[in-house]
């Protein structure tokens, strides 16, 4: 109950923020622009909606998870808010989940909000919808899951601004692990080792990345999800741990 | 200097003290050990899915899959918000990743040259990837009007780059023989300062000579040279040899006729031109195959390369090819 | 002292921090021992960076000592059943400026599990207590620091602690707002709460504290009842202002006077010792001169903290 109250708290102080809305309306302005670039181009019209619809809920997911995330904690120790909490019978491993889950619950209302915006275009447009498209949608909130955990562990340890960068590089390197594995095969031993621990250590995101399935309609078979789904929720789960571990061990200065 | 606040607060021996830190770290060390625990089992999980996960998919599929669900360039390159040429190179990078493939079927091909106009739409001056994807579509593909039409894209953004109309002009050259073509483009190469000057002399030959097997040779000798990518330089090397066994084929082409017409027959085997005088040897074929000789068709042929490489003769020299 | 309980304890209580790059060992707190009995107003002084408010994060659970023990309740720092029965309001908050303050009290709440009807009286009647009622449903952000300050105490007062922990509440509030947080603190007081808060204002801790603490260089430098501490080894002089005294009378006085003013029609006369005070009065009496005040000159805190300043700086000088 008291990670339910952190979260919501977290939650009230996301959605009383403006830059949340000023994104979620530009997102919005993106999705429904699709409308017009539609009478632009010749053919597939309803391959344009999908992938900029995905895109932006996907782009804008993303830059919240980040930028809010890597202040989730930071945030609450500049304003010794945090010495109100912890002060109080609150095991640290609870605010942070409870901060974490907050978030989540932003990102789901937002997320929810973009996909709404896109299912009217669709609709309005007569766009089939198809379960591949809520698949996709789901993996994007997964890899939203990762990114938000990757930020929330940053900031347990070192500054928001650090937080950002380190953040941003695990989710540009997330992409690219298939390749650096790839690279480390071409290499020598050492480096070969060194590549295939980076990919195997960093997550990869690239695994949530359906947009390209579903715009060529090619289907994902029901254990491939349900694999995903779990290398997505234990990638989560191992960032929540270490952050704890770390959280436990710290001073607030 | 140190006051103790009260009776009861000092009198607390030192060992109440000790024994009070080994309670706290019992305590942390319980919480660690389970934390711990629970971070392995939870890395282990991950790095367990992500095995499975890579064994499901076959990696080179998913690989070539990225590269064909890659959005067209000009979509793409807007939504890379200025790292467009990072996306050039990390795409770039994927093609040669799949090209290093044991098997790389037609169909793949096709999504290569998807890829190669996505890379060259990013990054409109990158001309390593415009001289090396064509060649890749010419040889390996055997698109020849991929090739060009990449080719020519390229001459269109770097009008200063040479290799692009010499590659052309190879193009035209050896897969479509279309001599005036490849003599025009190794005329535009010529023109561009900063070639090297076998460009000119190539250039010049074209023009008076068509397609000789000398002047092909030549012209693989310089491709060899420059090309930088082993695998590049093998295919060249190739082809050089092939031109190799269709200048020879080409010679003893001439031996055959000559024992026909001196004895009304074809030889038996192929040293009987060396026997009885015709050709001072047989050549070696640089395949490490053989040169042999049909009794009933007269026809000549490699033991490796069935399939003749055809040959043009400039006019003038007399040809039992064409 | 015999029947009172010990409800906050360290002994040898010390912190090191590593700072910089190199990671520097810096030695923030060193062997502290205190002692916080129930119902008591205990003041923990001492000049900014001596240590306070290190120690009270130490109390809280929220740094972990290098050495030495902390007790709340008998229990460790940072124990859940301990902590359930302390409030605590940490040195200038900036509190959820978006919540307001029914809805930031109810937060805390939950946190102790509170809930429902219950909670909702507790949020009232500590609004009430606080004096800030008629901003229950007004956004933190739009609160004065004074406000702020009152619903940070209310907001340590949720769980109805037994001991509340305040560290520098008085600090940044202008006269008005200070008198407000101590009225509170003496409130808390009547109401049973053992209160222990920190301060480098002497004069608040003057007013209020049964016992201080006074830390420096996270060193405790002396620690007891206020009127004990000034009384010790503080001079007793004694200013007396007198008016229309003769000049004859005026030279039978200077003898006794450690210093002498004459301003118009009035003297000032600073005598060593109480003793004095009868003879000086019999002097007046007989020259005819009328006395406007006698005032006792106590010892403050203020100059036991300064004598202990600078005992530590020429002990420290003395050390290198």
């Not at chain 3, 050495?67 to 902590?83: E, H, I, L, N, Q």
């Amino acid at each position: 109950m008291r990670v339910l109250s952190i979260a919501f708290n977290t939650f009230r102080e996301n959605i009383r923020e403006k830059l949340l809305y000023n994104l979620l309306i530009f997102a919005l302005l993106m999705i429904g622009s699709s409308i017009l670039l539609t009478r632009l181009t010749v053919g597939e019209w309803d391959r344009l909606i999908i992938n900029l619809g995905l895109s932006s809920i996907n782009f804008f997911g993303v830059l919240i998870a980040i930028f809010v995330g890597i202040s989730l904690v930071s945030k609450e120790i500049d304003k010794k808010t945090i010495y109100t909490i912890l002060s109080k019978p609150v095991p640290r491993y609870e605010f942070l989940l409870g901060k974490y889950l907050g978030l989540m619950i932003t990102l789901f209302v937002n997320t929810v909000v973009m996909v709404a915006g896109l299912l009217a275009v669709m609709a309005y447009l007569n766009a089939p919808v198809t379960l591949l498209l809520f698949e996709a949608l789901g993996f994007i909130f997964l890899e939203l899951m990762v990114i938000t955990a990757v930020a929330l562990l940053f900031s347990t340890f070192t500054s928001a601004t650090l937080s950002a960068i380190f953040t941003l590089a695990i989710y540009a390197v997330g992409h690219l692990s298939t390749d650096l594995k790839q690279f480390g095969a071409q290499m020598d031993s050492v480096g070969k080792a060194a590549l295939n621990a980076i990919y195997y250590v960093l997550p990869n995101l690239e695994r949530f990345n359906l947009k390209g399935q579903v715009i060529h309609h090619v289907k994902i078979s029901g254990t491939d999800v349900l694999l995903t789904t779990a290398y997505g929720l234990a990638y989560a789960g191992l960032l929540l741990v270490l952050a704890s571990i770390i959280f436990q061990r710290r001073d607030f200065q | 200097m140190d006051m103790s606040a009260n009776s009861a607060g000092s009198s607390g021996p030192a060992s109440t003290s000790h024994e009070w830190h080994t309670h706290l770290s019992s305590r942390s060390w319980l919480g660690g050990i389970l934390l711990g625990l629970a971070a392995a089992v939870l890395l282990a999980t991950v790095l367990g899915l992500q095995m499975e996960l890579d064994q499901r998919h076959d990696e080179r599929a998913g690989r070539l899959e990225s590269l064909r669900m890659l959005p067209r360039g000009e979509v793409l390159r807007p939504a890379l918000m200025g790292f467009h040429h990072l996306g050039a190179d990390i795409i770039w990078l994927r093609i040669v990743q799949v090209l290093g493939e044991q098997v790389v079927t037609e169909q793949d091909y096709e999504w290569l040259s998807h890829a190669l106009d996505v890379v060259t739409t990013l990054d409109p001056l990158y001309i390593y990837a415009y001289d090396a994807g064509g060649t890749i579509l010419a040889e390996l593909a055997h698109r020849v009007d991929w090739s060009n039409r990449l080719l020519e894209k390229g001459m269109k953004a770097n009008p200063a780059a040479w290799r692009l109309p010499f590659t052309l002009g190879f193009n035209y050259f050896f897969h479509l023989n279309d001599y005036v073509k490849a003599g025009e483009y190794m005329g535009q190469a010529a023109k561009i300062p900063g070639r090297p000057l076998y460009v000119d002399t190539l250039a010049a030959r074209l023009y008076v000579e068509g397609k000789s097997p000398l002047l092909a040779l030549q012209y693989l000798e310089i491709m060899i040279q420059q090309a930088e990518d082993p695998q590049l330089r093998a295919i060249y090397e190739d082809k050089y040899k092939e031109v190799l066994i269709a200048r020879d084929l080409g010679t003893m082409d001439l031996a055959l006729a000559r024992y026909r017409q001196t004895r009304g027959r074809n030889p038996q085997t192929i040293a009987d031109l060396v026997k009885e005088g015709f050709v001072a040897s047989v050549p070696e074929e640089p395949f490490g195959g053989e040169y042999r000789v049909d009794p009933e068709t007269g026809e000549i042929e490699s033991s490796t390369h069935r399939e003749r490489l055809r040959l043009h003769r400039p006019p003038g020299a007399n040809s039992s090819q064409e | 002292m015999s029947t009172t309980e010990t409800i906050l304890q360290t002994e040898g209580l010390t912190k090191t921090f590593k700072v910089g790059f190199w990671g520097r060992h810096v030695t923030v707190l060193e062997g502290l021992n205190l002692g916080v009995q129930r119902g008591e107003v205990f003041g923990f002084l001492g000049p900014n960076g001596a240590g306070k408010t290190t120690t009270i994060k130490i109390l809280m659970g929220l740094i972990y000592p290098t050495g030495g023990r902390a007790t709340v309740f008998g229990r460790p720092v940072g124990d859940s059943r301990a902590k359930a029965r302390v409030g605590f309001l940490p040195e200038s908050p900036y509190f959820y400026d978006y919540l307001t303050a029914a809805e930031f009290l109810q937060f805390y709440g939950h946190l102790f599990s509170l809930r429902g009807a219950a909670l909702e009286k507790q949020v009232t009647e500590l609004l009430d207590m606080v004096g800030m009622s008629h901003a229950k449903n007004m956004q933190l952000r739009k609160f004065s620091k004074g406000m702020l300050q009152r619903v940070g105490i209310a907001q340590a007062l949720i769980n109805d602690p037994e001991l509340v922990v305040l560290d520098e509440p008085m600090s940044g509030l202008d006269p008005v707002g200070r008198k407000e947080i101590r009225d509170l603190i003496l409130r808390l007081k009547e109401r049973g709460k053992t209160v222990f808060f920190s301060s480098h204002i002497l004069h608040d801790a003057e007013l209020l504290c049964d016992r201080v603490a006074i830390i420096l260089k996270g060193r405790m430098v002396a620690c007891g009842r206020v009127s004990e501490l000034v009384g010790e080894g503080a001079t007793r002089s004694v200013e007396m202002v007198v008016e229309g005294l003769s000049s004859e009378g005026l030279e039978h006085l200077r003898p006794l006077a450690e210093k002498l003013l004459i301003q118009g029609n009035q003297v000032l006369v600073v005598l060593s010792n109480q003793q004095q005070v009868g003879n000086a009065l019999e002097i007046v009496r007989i020259a005819k001169g009328s006395v406007v005040s006698v005032t006792p000159q106590k010892g403050s805190l203020e100059e036991l903290f300064i004598r202990e300043v600078k005992g530590t700086q020429s002990s420290s000088r003395e050390g290198q």
